[in-house]
Structures are given as C-alpha cells and as structure tokens.
C-alpha cells in the first residue's frame, strides 16, 4: 500500500492541555502511552516532544504530567475555571498543591480565627 496517511491537528481550536519544555523532555513517549484520550502522538522526529494533536479531548486528569520520568518536562494547563478550585498555596511557607497530588500536605489542624 503506497498510499500515505496524515495526522493534523484541528485548528478552530484554541485551548492548548499541555506543554512541553523541550530542554528537559526526552521523547521517550511515556506520556503518549498513559494518555486515555490519545491527545498526543508521538514526534518522527527521535527525542522531540510528543505532538498534541487534540487538545481538545484533554480531560486534564494529569496522568502524563504524574508518569513523566522527567519533571518539569509537562506542564498542564488547565482551563481558568480549573485553575481557581484545583490550585492553592500555603501563606506560610510558599508550598504549591493541587488536587489529586501524590503526596498531599497533612491537614491544617489550626481552629477557625475569631
């Protein structure tokens, strides 16, 4: 069979799941082989991040990011109203959770002010 085959990704769509940093990212795909909605494909090119070819089917659970060998490597960018409710900061110490971490902090056993 001669005839070739193309993946392209759809345009009309804005959102953007995921980034990549390529300096830290291998390519070793582990992130295309987690994913359960097939967002990314991985790149022809050997070492090259994978490609994201539909952001749009992203359901955010965060499985590439957490199976990464390489941190930092993927970045979940979750849409505005995610942001606000799955994201805080400690005001003490300047610790960074979001919810469904592996390790999340002890609970807060400090009583209400007033």
Same mark, same amino acid.
């Given at each position: 069979m001669s005839d070739k085959v193309y993946m392209v990704p759809n345009p009309p769509t804005p959102n953007k799941a995921v980034e990549f940093n390529p300096d830290i990212c291998s390519g070793c795909n582990l992130c295309v082989d987690v994913c359960p909605t097939d967002v990314m494909m991985p790149n022809p090119e050997k070492k090259? !991040?994978?490609i994201v070819l539909y952001p749009e089917e992203c359901w955010y659970c965060g499985g590439?990011? *957490? *199976?990464? %060998? +390489? %941190?930092?490597a993927i970045t979940m960018l979750h849409p505005t109203q995610q942001r606000i409710s799955m994201n805080w900061k400690r005001k003490d110490t300047g610790e960074l959770f979001r919810l469904g971490m592996k390790n999340p902090p002890p609970?807060?056993? +400090?009583? !209400?002010?007033g």
């Open positions: 090259k !991040p994978p590439c990011v *957490e *199976e990464c %060998p +390489r %941190p930092g609970p807060n056993t +400090r009583p !209400p002010s």
